[in-house]
């Protein structure tokens, strides 16, 4: 879940009590229907699901 707190200078995030990182491997070229469409593709893995 996500918080937010007032600071200072107005509304904050409050930190998260569980940080994690990601990485992101090469970009691969996906296409869909049947071809006609083409996109890139970004795996995203967050380091919490190992």
Known sequence: SYTIEMGPKGPLWKESPQPF?????DPTKQ?????IK?????????????
């Open 38 to 50: 083409t996109y890139i593709s970004y795996r995203v893995t967050p380091s919490h699901t190992g």
């Open 31 to 35: 296409t869909k229907f049947k071809g």
């Open 21 to 25: 990182t990601c990485s992101i491997e």
